[in-house]
Every structure is written in structure tokens, then in C-alpha cells.
């Protein structure tokens, strides 16, 4: 009887032992790197941002205290003396083909050899990418580059839209523009950089950090490392000064499977900002189409909801500012004007959506994007990789930031907030900038009057060539 126990006791041993072992292997070494001794506790609060835009030589808009997005990228650069991270979406700098036709596009070319130089300077070039079969890539590995793969389809049946850097684990950015020519020519593009800026930096490695380790896996972890979890969210905002104010920030990861412990979500980011607004929420976006898909289209509630509670339950005023390009989807018109009726005879309901489209052709169809992916209120911002549209925040990995800074009582300074609200505003007042009118459906593209499924939309984008393909 006694022997009985003890075996029954040795094989519950083995048993936990077994399983152990199991969730440890389960983990698929998805570890942290070293993070050279910066911690939580001794990393830098006092940083300097700067909004970096891309406005097309042909469009006709001030930066109104914005810095070129190639100036910033450079900059970058120069301050780089020991390794810098990139994930990026694309891979398309060499832009030798267009230069004869497109001044600008030789930007690309010189971004690309900067990058192609770095192992000569002893930096060192880790890139993280989804897409396995870039020549671009090829030669960035060849001229010293480490380059991780991602299998997105295996993972989240999604794509790598994420785009930002890391520079020395000190300075970031984040925004709308992958490594494209075109997001430095052609596109209009806008993000943030912000330097000597060593905590937000340390988090967003973390992201990096388990993109590069998940190379060659074909299965997601059921435990990450400590050293990929989030080190600041909405309940834990990171404290700044920022510009010489006061400020909170915190990064946010898409999709859900994609965020281990305490970090937060793309789509939670995005509510918080809307849930905290006091008075308006101005939104400028690539796509809007509430709609997610696989294989049937159904109604994704989840940001289309969020609004329609701002406008009817709290009377915030509500501005959407869509591009207008070659894959604006169909419904796009349907669903603004869903939420414009919302409003109609009710006198504290504010709510207006305009198309941006930058450049006309003879046919009346238009060409180039705003490719911005942004959101300002009257106290934060939020800065993403991602048109608003349901499939991309369910299966894409994507990464956010919201700055929350309230405006300084004696107004002695302009905020980062106010000054991403001047921005908008400009694009908003601009010619650009059509009004949504009744009866009346801007002509975006060549679609019929009736919308393709939203799969096969997301596909015909991936088609789509040349200098002013998407992005």
C-alpha cells in the first residue's frame, strides 16, 4: 500500500514536471534581448518631439511647424552610433526607375544607401519583416544587415503593417510612412519622432523584441518572457516632460495574440483617447470601413460604435478627414453618411467627414493619398499604423502611441496636441478637402456602384503598381 502511494506520488511529480517543461518549450524561446542596463527605474523622461511630415512637392500645404519626414529619418541617422531597429511594411527605397519623371523619388535612393552604409560606421542594422522574398532586403543582408522574417499568414492569417524605428535604444519613430520611395516623394505621409527619449524607446524594443524572436515559427507562445512585456499602458502612463511640459505617453501592439502581459491593444488605445476627448475628436485617416471579413463581411461595431456613444451620449464634436484614392472602398460614402445622420436636427450633435484627395485626373478620378493615420482630441493624440478598417486591427500587427498633454493654463507654450490639431486643421480647411454632400459620391476610383466583398478590396490593394500604388 505504501509502495502504491509512492508511485502514485513520483508519477504526479513527473506528471508537473512534464508539464513544466511543456509550457517552458511552449514559450518557442521568445526571450527579451539584453537591454544594456537601461531599466524602467533609470531610463530618460525628458524628451524632445517633433511631428515629421511628408507633403508631396505638388501639394500646396505649409508645414506649419512640422519637419520634413526625410530630414527627420536622417537625423536619425546621424545621431545612430550603435544599432538601429526598423520594421517596416515595405521595402521599396531604390526608386532609380522614376527619378527622371520624379524629381523627389531620389530620396528613396539616398535613405537606401545610407542604410546599405551603415556597417561601415560599425551601427548595426536589425530589420524585422514580413516579407520573405525582398530583393531589397537581400542586398541590405548582403552590405551587413540582420534581417528576421516573420510567417504573418501562419501566425494571424495578417500582415507586418507595423512602421517605426529605434535608434540606440534612446530615440524613436513612429508613423503612417514605410520604406518606400513613394512615402517620401509622392505620399503624404506624417508621424513622430522623438528623441533622448530612453523609456518610450526600451518599450517599443520590446515590441521589436518579440517580432525578431518570432522568425521561422509556425505557432504563437503561450508564455512570454517578462522581457516582452509592457512596461507602460493607460493605467500606467508613462510620466514625461516633453518639450519642457508635462506630459503622459504609452505604446499600444496589434492584434490581441501579439501583446503579452500589460500591454495594451491598438483598439483599447483608441478608445481610451475617445473615451477621454472633452470636447472634439478630429481623425485623419486613410480608410474607413467598418467592416471586418473572412471569407463573410460583417459589421465591425468596435471604433464605429465608439463614436456614435461620443456623439449621441456626450456631445463631443466629431471630424473625419478619409482619403479619397484609387482603393476607396464603395461603402466608405455609406458609412460616413451613417454617422452624419446621426445628428441631423439635433442641436448638440456635431459631426462632419470630408474626403482629401490631392491630385485630379481628366476622367475626374484622382491620384497620390493622404496617408495619414492619426486621431488628436483636446488633451491626447494618437499616432498608428493602420487605415480604420476591422480586418486590419484583427489579424495585422500594428503598433501605436498615444500623448496625452493638456494645454498649459497660463498659455505660454503650444503642446504637442495643439500643435497635431494645427495639422489637421490645415488639411481640413484646405482645398483639398471635399466636403461630403447629399446625393452627391465623390468619384475616388473605378469602381461600379456596387462594393466588392472587403476580401477581395484588400486584395485588389496588393495589386496595385507603380508610383502611385498603395501602401
Not at 519613430?173 to 503624404?188: E, N, P, Q, V
Not at 522581457?227 to 506630459?247: C, D, E, Q, S, V
Not at 501592439?253 to 501583446?259: A, K, Q, R
Not at 494645427?422 to 452627391?440: G, M
Request: charged fraction near 20%; aromatic fraction near 10%; glycine fraction near 4%.
Amino acid at each position: 500500500m505504501q509502495s502504491q502511494q509512492k508511485c502514485i506520488v513520483i508519477f504526479a511529480l513527473v506528471c508537473c514536471f512534464a508539464v513544466l517543461v511543456a509550457l517552458i518549450f511552449s514559450a518557442v524561446d521568445v526571450w527579451g534581448e539584453d537591454e544594456d542596463g537601461i531599466t524602467e527605474e533609470n531610463c530618460s523622461r525628458t524628451c524632445r518631439m517633433v511631428i515629421v511630415e511628408n507633403i508631396p512637392e505638388d501639394v500646396s500645404l505649409p508645414h506649419n511647424g512640422t519637419t520634413p519626414l526625410t530630414s527627420g529619418l536622417h537625423t536619425l541617422l546621424d545621431l545612430a552610433t550603435r544599432q538601429i531597429e526598423i520594421v517596416s511594411p515595405h521595402w521599396n527605397l531604390n526608386s532609380t526607375e522614376y527619378e527622371s519623371s520624379i524629381p523627389t523619388a531620389k530620396q528613396g535612393r539616398f535613405l537606401l544607401h545610407r542604410l546599405m552604409g551603415l556597417k561601415s560606421q560599425k551601427i548595426s542594422l536589425k530589420v524585422a519583416s514580413g516579407l520573405a522574398d525582398s530583393k531589397e532586403l537581400k542586398v541590405l543582408s548582403h552590405n551587413g544587415a540582420d534581417i528576421h522574417y516573420l510567417n504573418m499568414t501562419i501566425l494571424t492569417n495578417g500582415k507586418l503593417l507595423s512602421s517605426f524605428w529605434v535608434v540606440d535604444r534612446k530615440h524613436i519613430y513612429i508613423g503612417s510612412a514605410g520604406m518606400d520611395w513613394r512615402a517620401l516623394s509622392t505620399l503624404k505621409e506624417l508621424g513622430v519622432i522623438l528623441y533622448e527619449c530612453s523609456c518610450l524607446a526600451l518599450d517599443l524594443h520590446r515590441i521589436f523584441s518579440l517580432y525578431w524572436q518570432l522568425q521561422y515559427k509556425d505557432f504563437l507562445p503561450s508564455i512570454w518572457s517578462k522581457r516582452l512585456y509592457g512596461l507602460f499602458n493607460k493605467k500606467r502612463a508613462l510620466p514625461l516632460i516633453l518639450n519642457n511640459m508635462t506630459a503622459e505617453a504609452y505604446p499600444s501592439n496589434s492584434p490581441d495574440v501579439f501583446c503579452p502581459r500589460d500591454r495594451v491593444e491598438d483598439i483599447e488605445a483608441i478608445f481610451d483617447v475617445i473615451q477621454d476627448a472633452k470636447w472634439f475628436i478630429y481623425i485623419s485617416i486613410t480608410d474607413y470601413v467598418p467592416l471586418v471579413s473572412n471569407g463573410i463581411s460583417r459589421y465591425w461595431s468596435a471604433i464605429d460604435g465608439k463614436l456614435r456613444e461620443a456623439l449621441l451620449l456626450r456631445n463631443i464634436k466629431v471630424r473625419l478627414l478619409v482619403s479619397c484614392w484609387e482603393q476607396t472602398h464603395p461603402l466608405t460614402v455609406n458609412f460616413l453618411w451613417s454617422l452624419k445622420s446621426l445628428c441631423m436636427e439635433m442641436p448638440n450633435c456635431s459631426m462632419d467627414a470630408k474626403f482629401f484627395s490631392s491630385r485630379e485626373k481628366p476622367d475626374g478620378t484622382v491620384e497620390g493619398i493622404n496617408h495619414n493615420r492619426y486621431m488628436v482630441t483636446d488633451n491626447a493624440l494618437y499616432i498608428g499604423n493602420f487605415g480604420w478598417v476591422g480586418n486590419e486591427f484583427t489579424y495585422n500587427a500594428g503598433v501605436g502611441l498615444v500623448i496625452s498633454q493638456e494645454e498649459d493654463p497660463e498659455d505660454r507654450n503650444v503642446t504637442m496636441v495643439q500643435q497635431m490639431r494645427a495639422v489637421f486643421d490645415r488639411d481640413w480647411h484646405s482645398r483639398y478637402a471635399k466636403p461630403l454632400q447629399l446625393n452627391k459620391i465623390p468619384v475616388c476610383n473605378r469602381h461600379t456602384a456596387f462594393p466588392q466583398p472587403l476580401k477581395a478590396w484588400d486584395e485588389s490593394v496588393e495589386k496595385t503598381d507603380g508610383p502611385n500604388a498603395s501602401l
